[in-house]
């Protein structure tokens, strides 16, 4: 029995941590869930617009909620909803009202606010401060907006902001899950500033946290602590889209002034709860000085009017200086009830670094074993009733003892019944979540691609009670038969171990429309050689480059010989650089921003750098470590014998070089408005409200006109059978005139390091951007980087505002990949962003073509989209 008993605390311990990629549920406003009672609102225009009618893809009364009168900027009018309970809230959906084609309202834009007790409200923001979400472009299609951070609370309103149009309706639908852990608020010392020599400064504060700040302490509130992401091995990567080194962590440092030793954090939760355990998952890079904490001492308070109870619950924590990976410390806290909680944590290094805290509690006492009790038979004249424990019944008591002997077997044989059919249901469970990424692709999420309108929409199965989760990219559940395979290298020996690709595959790799198609026999060399002269070695390992960047992928014939004549660029008197900043770095080599004396005049009448009335300009400078092995100085030269190759308006050029000596440069042009992800990141489409507010911004042509530039800059790298193997708008730089030029140093920034998926420490891959055949085969091509071509035209016109693929985990992204390969239809495809010309979105469809010599070419592309700037 106790075995059995501390079966089911495991299993409920393992339903406690949110996993917001799971936690994606629609709870109740299109099924009626949420009852009309629970929905009110400021103010409506009539009855039959009323906060009930509010219902996404319901057109009663007429059609959506309307708030009264004409808006002006500065209303407030809301719509919101009772949740019923504490809730996780990861995404918000919106439409208009349509009423059957008779209504043309909706909310162009909205804010949100919520309150986990109805009566303190809070102003939802992103990870980068914006309160305003876009919504609808018209009055029918809805609009999927992903919470980031997600949302704890139980009431939410959502706010119109009134921009264009003073009339607006709405329709909405949120998603998320239940909140079990019903945790209200942590209070902890603010995160303190690292900076470590020879990396980037590392911000640890909470930047979502949504309570009060005093004396340099959080208090009343909830933020990254709870907002189901945990940090990476390396505190300084990011799980996050453009933010800065340490975001995921809340960090502290040991001789400061608020810890003095120890952090002392408090938790306030709705109820009082008997609490079985604490999770907290720490950082443990000791080689910076961080480690888990050494022991943790907490006290506990069952009312919160109540005093602190004497006792505390202290656990050791088992220290590891030998595994340097990130992990949940588990602290039992032995069934104590309480409503609020005061935990002291201790150092056990000079740095200890928190990204999630979450705990497990019992809603109900678990029945104990008790012996059986029953009653000796009454004395004539004696009143009272005296239970004793008896081994025998005496026959003349035992038609009265029947009863209470039936009604113990019979709890008993319930007892057991209960024990099968908990072990039956926790085997159900284990055999669902195996089944788990493709459920989730092909039931709870869809694309509808008709038009420009049309949007990602969520269709989700009925809530269960709870939903299984784990810490991201680490979900057991998830199977990386592609990525993750040692043989990875090897096209051939992968199609042997998956036979769903050993026929399709091969004549896919080796007919493909590169080959002649009734070659269906070749080996895996033919397969990337034969009558395909532009098809790249398939090396993953050096996909990255020496510094971390991608190096362009060439023919083998051209990087043979590696003597210095073959180097075309110039050498350049190393003394005559000066480092200002580093850019990025990989694991062995280094960019950094440098300032070069002399350059110009260096590179005399022929330089390709703008005229300039200063001796010294700014460059970038690929450099490689002192303790590079020999196989990465070779590969840097065959970087540099690329690099010196190249000239195109459109390709970033290697200006001159430092090879007489160490440490081995390679200086390339300078780009001064960065790349290109970040300058459309900061910027909005260009209208009269921009204009009118000074807002950065900038027009479709100019949008239009970057798309031609990098279809140039790709259709020269294709007449030289170059495969760049890692287009994308992180890698194409901006100059002051705006013209881009395409380059590689995407992958060795720390900025950008959650647009890579790394495989066992080997490689890192940009699969959002990868064709299915690089994925699944290893085959990177022209073909492939049209692929990524159309990934990126992707990005432009969503001003690089999100990732592409970004409602899928990596994990999911992979799944995806083999539903191309698969090719019955349940492949997901990028939404139509809502400034993409129809015909545009057509050429984008057509690089993700499946079939891969459907596809066009570059100067194809070039061509097509070339009519649309001369216009």
């Known amino acids: 029995m106790h075995f059995f008993l501390l079966l089911i605390l495991q299993v409920t311990a393992a339903f406690g941590q949110i996993d917001p990629a799971h ?38 009364g007429d059609g959506a909620w309307c708030p009264k009168g004409q808006l002006e900027p500065s209303d407030s009018q809301y719509l919101q909803v009772d949740l019923g309970r504490l809730t996780f809230v990861t995404v918000v959906g919106t439409q208009g009202r349509f009423a059957r084609n008779s209504g043309n309202e909706f909310a162009r834009w909205y804010r949100l606010n919520y309150s986990r007790d109805g009566q303190m409200w809070k102003s939802w923001k992103n990870r980068l401060g914006n309160a305003v979400m876009e919504g609808n472009k018209n009055a029918y299609a809805s609009v999927i907006n992903d919470l980031h951070p997600p949302i704890i609370s139980r009431y939410i309103r959502l706010i119109p902001v009134i921009k264009l149009s003073p009339t607006v309706c709405m329709r909405v639908e949120l998603y998320g899950c239940p909140w079990d852990d019903g945790l209200l608020s942590y209070g902890a010392p603010e995160g303190q500033l690292m900076m470590p020599p020879g990396y980037p400064i590392a911000s640890l504060n909470d930047s979502t946290y949504d309570g009060g700040h005093e004396r340099r302490r959080l ?5 990254q602590l709870t907002d189901g992401v945990t940090g990476l ?36 939760f709705d109820r009082q709860r008997n609490f079985t355990s604490m999770k907290v998952h720490s950082n443990n890079m000791f080689s910076c000085g961080v480690k888990i904490f050494s022991s943790v001492t907490c006290w506990f308070k069952p ?8 006792e505390p619950v202290a656990f050791k924590t088992v220290l590891d200086d030998r595994n340097p990976s990130a992990r949940y410390v588990t602290v039992p806290l032995n069934r104590r009830s309480a409503t609020m909680l005061r935990c002291h944590f201790f150092f056990a290094d000079v740095w200890m670094m928190f990204s999630e ?62 024990i099968i059919f908990l072990i039956l249901w926790c085997q159900h469970v284990c055999k669902v979540l195996e089944k788990a990424p493709r459920r989730i692709l092909d039931e709870e999420v869809t694309v509808r691609l008709s038009s420009c309108s049309d949007t990602i929409i969520l269709q989700t199965p009925p809530v269960p009670p709870r939903t299984p989760t784990g810490p991201a990219n680490t979900d057991p559940h998830y199977e990386r038969v592609f990525l993750l395979d040692p043989q990875y290298q090897n096209p051939a020996a992968l199609r042997n171990k998956l036979p769903e690709l050993s026929q399709s595959a091969e004549a896919s790799a080796c007919g493909g429309g590169y080959a002649e198609p009734d070659v269906t026999q070749c080996t895996p060399h033919q397969c990337f050689h ?16 020496v510094t971390g960047s991608n190096m362009y992928a060439v023919p083998a014939l051209t990087v043979d010989s590696l003597t210095r004549k073959d180097i075309s660029a110039a050498e350049f008197p190393p003394q005559q650089l000066i480092f200002r900043e580093k850019l990025g770095e990989g694991q062995f080599g280094e960019v950094h921003l440098c300032e070069a004396e002399g350059l110009q005049a260096f590179l005399g009448e022929g330089s390709p750098l703008p005229d300039r009335d200063s001796c010294s300009v700014l460059v970038a400078v690929k450099q490689l470590r002192a303790d590079a092995t020999s196989q990465a100085r070779n590969d840097f030269l065959k970087e540099i014998k690329i690099m010196s190759r190249l000239n195109d308006p459109n390709i970033i050029r290697l200006l001159c070089v430092c090879v007489a000596s160490d440490p081995l440069c390679m200086v390339t042009e300078y780009m001064e408005n960065g790349d290109l992800n970040m300058f459309l990141s900061q910027r909005e489409i260009e209208s009269t409200l921009t204009h009118a ?32 193997r890692d287009l994308a708008t992180r890698n194409c730089l901006l100059d002051r ?27 890192v891959l940009p699969i959002r951007w990868m064709a299915w055949e690089s994925i699944l085969l290893g085959k990177f091509t022209t073909a492939s980087d049209v692929w990524a071509f159309g990934v990126t035209l992707w990005e432009i016109f969503t001003l690089c505002k999100e990732q592409p693929y970004s409602l899928l985990s990596d994990e999911q992204v992979i799944e995806n990949t083999g539903e191309f390969f698969r090719n019955q239809g349940r492949q997901i495809f990028l939404y139509t962003p809502p400034l993409c010309p129809p015909s545009l979105f057509e050429l984008m469809m057509r690089c993700w073509n499946r079939d891969i010599p459907e596809r066009p070419t570059f100067e194809g592309l070039y061509k097509a989209l070339r009519p649309h700037v001369i216009q």
């Not at 629609?26 to 869930?33: P, S, V």
């Not at 034969?530 to 480059?545: C, F, K, M």
């Not at 900038?698 to 031609?708: E, F, R």
Request: charged share 15%.
């Open 23 to 60: 936690c994606r549920y629609a709870l109740g406003m299109e099924d009626g869930r949420i009852r009309d009672d629970d929905i009110t609102a400021s103010s409506q225009w009539h009855e039959t617009t009323g906060p009930q009618y509010a219902r996404l893809n319901h057109e009663e």
């Open 219 to 223: 208090f009343g509130g909830l933020g």
């Open 233 to 268: 091995d390396d505190f300084l990567l990011t799980r996050q889209y453009h933010v800065w080194p340490g975001y995921d962590y809340l960090g502290w440092r040991n001789d400061s002034l608020e810890t003095q030793g120890h952090v002392e954090m408090e938790f306030v």
């Open 303 to 310: 009312r919160l009017i109540a005093g602190w109870e004497a």
């Open 357 to 418: 805290i979450s705990f497990q509690s019992e809603d109900i006492l678990l029945p104990t074993q008790m012996p059986l009790m029953v009653t000796s038979p009454q004395n004539d004249g004696d009143s009272t009733i005296s239970p004793t424990l008896t081994t025998a019944v005496n026959p003349s008591s035992s038609h009265a003892n029947t009863p209470i002997l039936i009604g113990c077997l019979v709890t008993i044989i319930l007892l057991l019944v209960i």
């Open 530 to 545: 034969s009558n395909a002269p532009h098809y790249a070695e398939t090396d993953i390992v050096r996909l990255q480059g």
């Open 693 to 724: 507010n000074n807002i950065p911004s900038v027009s479709l042509s100019d949008l239009l006109h970057m798309s031609v530039q990098i279809s140039s800059g790709m259709t020269y790298l294709a007449s030289l059978n170059f495969v760049h």
């Open 737 to 763: 005139r705006l013209t881009i030029k395409i380059s590689d140093f995407g992958m060795s920034r720390n900025l950008y390091s959650s647009d890579y998926y790394r495989i066992q420490g080997r490689a």
